[in-house]
């Protein structure tokens, strides 16, 4: 596998993953962390100089928002981070299912980066703590976003 720098050229098939992605987090009791149009086509466009794809064989295995800034939802925690050093943010990972263990290979080539990450995820999506506990990621807290608290703060150091 290898992790590229998406472009605009890729929107199409990024935007084709987060359809799925929604589909496979509805089926598995997480309704409400991205809902039926999560993350836009229009934020993919904004943010897509951030956006990566794991590739595996010439198809994506995986999408992802990576950047080394702060994030504002980040600032207050109901618990305490791990350090408050400078950190990278991960967001949006979506993994495609054709390769097992894709979106552990980007989370473990963005501590390649940077090994100071800050992830959050939603109470209902266990799939993503469990990833994020695999990926030696640590539980630091919760706080709000979008007027409900049920957010995740994890830490990597």
């Known amino acids: 596998m290898e992790i590229k720098k998406a472009s605009?050229?890729?929107l199409e098939q990024i935007m084709h993953v987060y359809k799925n992605a929604r589909k496979f987090m509805c089926e598995?009791?997480?309704e409400e962390q991205w809902g039926?149009?999560?993350p836009s086509t229009e934020l993919i466009r904004e943010d897509i100089d951030k956006m990566y794809l794991c590739i595996s064989e010439e198809q994506i295995a995986c999408v992802f928002y990576y950047a080394v800034e702060e994030d504002e939802d980040y600032r207050e925690i109901n618990g305490k981070w791990l350090n408050e050093k400078p950190y990278a943010v991960v967001h949006r990972v979506a993994s495609t299912g054709i390769v097992k263990g894709a979106a552990s290979y980007c989370l473990d080539w963005v501590y390649t980066q940077f090994p100071?990450?800050?992830m959050d995820t939603y109470k209902d999506n266990i799939p993503m703590q469990k990833?994020?506990?695999k990926c030696g990621f640590q539980y630091c807290g919760s706080f709000e976003r979008l007027g409900t608290?049920?957010?995740m703060a994890y830490h990597k150091e």
Request: proline share 0%.
């Open 8 to 10: 605009m050229q890729d």
């Open 36 to 38: 039926d149009d999560y």
């Open 149 to 151: 608290d049920k957010w």
């Open 116 to 118: 100071n990450i800050r």
């Open 131 to 133: 990833l994020l506990e």
């Open 28 to 30: 598995n009791g997480n």
